[in-house]
Each structure stands twice: as C-alpha cells, then as structure tokens.
C-alpha cells in the first residue's frame, strides 16, 4: 500500500512540494529531500496534508504524475513545487543510475561523532525479523576481514566492562545451546 501527501509552507499555506510513499512515516520524514525543499523549511517551515491513503505502488505514483503537472515545478519555471522530477518513479525501486548518483553523494562523506552517536540511539532495540537477519547473514558469508579491521574490533572489545552479573546471565542463556546453533537455524 502507499500513500500520496503534499507539503505546504506555514507562512503562504502553499504547497510547495508533492511526494509519496509506502508509509505514513516518509511523508514526515526530513531524509533524502532536496536543498530547495530543506531551505524553505528551514526558512518558514512546513505542515504534512495525506491526499490519498491505501493505494497501490503504481496508482500513487500516476496520482503524483498528476499532481505535480497540476501545480507545475519551480525549477521549470511552470509552478510553485521544488520537486526535481515530474513524478511517479519514487524510490521503491531506484533504478541503477539513480543507485550510482545516490552512492556518489554519500561516497567519502564523514559523520560526525554526535551524529553516530544518534543513528546508533536510534537504532538501539529495533528488533529485526528473522528475513532481515538471514540476509545479513548471507551477505557476510564468504566475507574476510582485514587485519585493520580485526585489530579495530578488538580494540573495541577490551573497552567494554562486562559485569559479573552479566556474564553469568550470558552463561544461563547459553546453557544447553550447541555452538553454531544459530547459524544452523538461519540456513534452514
């Protein structure tokens, strides 16, 4: 399912962008958005509107197509929207050319210590499923290390303190458990 949604600047109340997604949380979300969009943003701010809720892929991307012929694009000089292209390919399915422009943006692009501190916030005790775990699985088999890479995770192995009491938890979970009892579970 997917949804169709616009964006309106608080100041004017008009649209100023059209978008859609497979969820309710990318019409909310700052990620992946132009520097036109983000100026006016952060210039005057914005309020999400849901136009259309419970569609298909392909009819949200023909409802976008249409919305943004009707308000036009800035950047072609037809309307008002800050929306680079005229709709209907979203990013469900990016094709390789839009992969390759993505990776060249985030090539070599540092993060900051605090913002590595937030994804890893951010992400602390999202639980993932257990597709998401064989993929990952799948992708690192076969996969070897670097001896930078082994020295660097073991360095980060010695700073953690683990208490008496943690690792008699570790060692009731355990118990009974073969070795490799996970990784068998994940190939079947």
């Known amino acids: 399912m997917?949804?169709?949604y616009k964006h309106i600047r608080k100041d004017s109340n008009e649209v100023?962008?059209?978008g859609i997604g497979s969820d309710l949380m990318r019409a909310y979300s700052k990620a992946n958005r132009s520097s036109y969009w983000h100026n006016i943003v952060k210039k005057v701010g914005y309020v999400v509107e849901i136009i259309q809720e419970g569609l298909t892929w392909e009819k949200?991307?023909?409802e976008e197509i249409k919305l943004i012929a009707e308000y036009g694009r800035v950047d072609l000089g037809t309307g008002l929207l800050v929306n680079q292209t005229n709709g209907g390919e979203g990013l469900n399915n990016p094709s390789a050319e839009i992969r390759r422009r993505m990776s060249e943006a985030k090539t070599g692009k540092q993060f900051s210590e605090q913002h590595k501190?937030?994804?890893s916030e951010a992400h602390k005790g999202i639980p993932r499923s257990l597709e998401a775990r064989q993929k990952q699985a799948q992708s690192n088999r076969g996969s070897c290390r670097s001896e930078e890479t082994k020295k660097?995770?073991?360095?980060a192995q010695k700073g953690r303190l683990i208490t008496?009491?943690?690792r008699q938890k570790i060692s009731e979970a355990r118990k009974g458990k073969k070795r490799g009892s996970y990784k068998k579970k994940l190939d079947n």
């Open 164 to 166: 008496e009491q943690h």
């Open 60 to 62: 949200a991307c023909q």
């Open 152 to 155: 660097k995770m073991s360095k």
């Open 2 to 4: 997917a949804i169709v």
């Open 16 to 18: 100023f962008y059209i």
């Open 117 to 119: 501190y937030n994804l």
